[in-house]
């Protein structure tokens, strides 16, 4: 379930990040060669970036695409690096990950009752939206790492 989850959002980011390519040529060619802007398209551009990034986090974990210092983790034996899987996923994407989700719902709650819009003349407005993705994103987030955790905990068993 989990990995239908994290295609599903990467399939969508996948094609957000294609309409943000479009949306960004199209502002670009509209401004310089008919000197027409438009501050809610480049708003738009702005939300689908945060798309792109906030539901790519599970996405990278899945396939070992994040951060890491591999000049060590790559010296490692598979044992050491299981184990550093476990100790990383239950003391930093778990936390980090329980602390944003409790945030963020604060902020998606707020944004909503405020009924937030851009402040910008011509922006975009519910902004909750937008806002939505951060807890969304580190829900998903959450439910990758406890799939790695498990894969790590059966890796780490086994040697």
Do not use: C
């Amino acid at each position: 379930m989990i990995e239908n989850i994290v295609k599903s959002t990467s399939y969508v980011t996948a094609l957000v990040l294609v309409l943000l390519v479009v949306l960004i040529l199209f502002d670009a060619l509209s401004r310089y060669l008919f000197s027409m802007g438009s501050t809610s398209l480049q708003e738009l551009e702005w939300h689908f970036f945060d798309v792109v990034i906030l539901l790519s986090i599970a996405y990278t974990l899945k396939y070992n695409a994040h951060v890491r210092v591999d000049i060590f983790y790559a010296k490692f034996s598979p044992k050491l690096q299981a184990i550093i899987n476990i100790l990383t996923t239950l003391f930093f994407i778990f936390p980090l990950s329980f602390l944003i989700i409790y945030v963020g719902v604060g902020f998606v709650e707020m944004s909503f009752v405020q009924n937030e819009a851009s402040s910008d003349p011509g922006g975009l407005s519910n902004r909750w939206i937008v806002k939505s993705l951060m807890p969304l994103s580190f829900i998903i987030l959450l439910l990758q790492s406890l799939e790695e955790l498990i894969n790590s905990y059966k890796e780490w068993k086994v040697l």
